[in-house]
């Protein structure tokens, strides 16, 4: 092991021990800034998993930062989902497309590392692999190298819908569920997974995915609620100031419900249905005037109204 990689291997499992012994862990992070623990994690994913495997570690969750870094030369077009990628992003310019399926090869690659080290391991149906995504991401037209206003931080579908992909291999069916879920079921469906399911308690507001996906039962229809906020908050601890919408699925309908913060978003009702595009606002027509009250009443059970 190189001395490099032996003082980063060295940070992380002074970031275990820290957690162990107490220690604040912003002292250890700032310790060991110049490592870049982020980075590491990112570049390389199969020889952390196996520093911390040899460790003892029970967990280990990776943060890609691929999609906010450029690696400055496009990777060869490797199977059908990498070429698809590319050929999906060809309305973009030319640096954009590269800069974007630069992103995608890198990710593909070290899920890829994560992977093989498992089957060398021998740890497949010993784990359970849970992907997921902070938001999503549609590029500008006319600016391809940002995203446009109705995906990341907006209340629309290109800025909501993310994958989460679980994998349990011996235990979990392949399948694909088209019901709402969130991000916030992955805590009680991971203590349900280690046998823990004693540990779920009422204020937790995601619910337990195995037995759907270990096809035990079918997953049932329920609302999903969200919220969203501009890139920054000007003040810790305080979310309900910042809050520019919230919003609840419920079946086909969508209703985006205005906050305090600035820039506002409008009150909208959208049927996902007949309009995925999500350009027809029917909260204001007589006809949908109950549905927009059902849904808001739900919205107010899930977070209290928040005055403008």
Not at 173 to 195: F, K, M
Not at 199 to 213: C, S
Request: glycine share 6%; charged share 30%; net charge positive.
């Amino acid at each position: 092991m190189t001395r490099r990689r032996a003082a980063r291997f060295g940070a992380i499992q002074a970031l275990y021990q820290a957690e162990l012994s107490g220690v604040p862990i912003e002292r250890v992070i700032a310790e060991f800034q110049a490592h870049r623990l982020a980075d590491l994690l990112t570049r390389e994913p199969a020889s952390v998993l196996e520093f911390v495997a040899d460790a003892g570690y029970v967990g280990l969750g990776l943060g890609h930062e691929t999609e906010h870094q450029r690696t400055g030369k496009r990777p060869g077009l490797r199977g059908q989902v990498a070429r698809a990628a590319y050929a999906h992003a060809r309305f973009l310019q030319h640096f954009a497309r590269d800069c974007l399926f630069q992103r995608f090869a890198r990710f593909d690659e070290t899920v890829g590392r994560l992977l093989e080290c498992l089957n060398r391991r021998d740890l497949f149906e010993t784990t359970l692999i849970v992907f997921a995504s902070d938001n999503g991401f549609r590029p500008d037209r006319e600016r391809p190298q940002r995203h446009d206003g109705r995906s990341k931080l907006s209340p629309y579908e290109d800025g909501l819908r993310t994958p989460v992909l679980l994998r349990w291999d011996g235990r979990i069916r392949p399948a694909e569920h088209r019901q709402p879920i969130s991000t916030v079921d992955l805590v009680p469906t991971v203590l349900s997974a280690v046998g823990l399911s004693a540990e779920i308690t009422p204020r937790m507001h995601g619910r337990d995915l195995m037995d759907a996906a270990v096809a035990r039962r079918p997953l049932r229809q329920r609302p999903v609620f969200g919220a969203v906020y501009p890139n920054d908050a000007a003040t810790l601890g305080r979310p309900r100031l910042h809050v520019r919408g919230r919003w609840v699925r419920d079946g086909v309908f969508k209703l985006i419900v205005p906050g305090p913060a600035e820039p506002a978003v409008p009150l909208s009702l959208f049927d996902l249905s007949s309009d995925p595009d999500e350009i027809r606002n029917l909260a204001l027509d007589p006809a949908y005037a109950d549905r927009v009250a059902r849904m808001r009443k739900l919205l107010d059970q899930w977070w209290p109204a928040l005055q403008r």
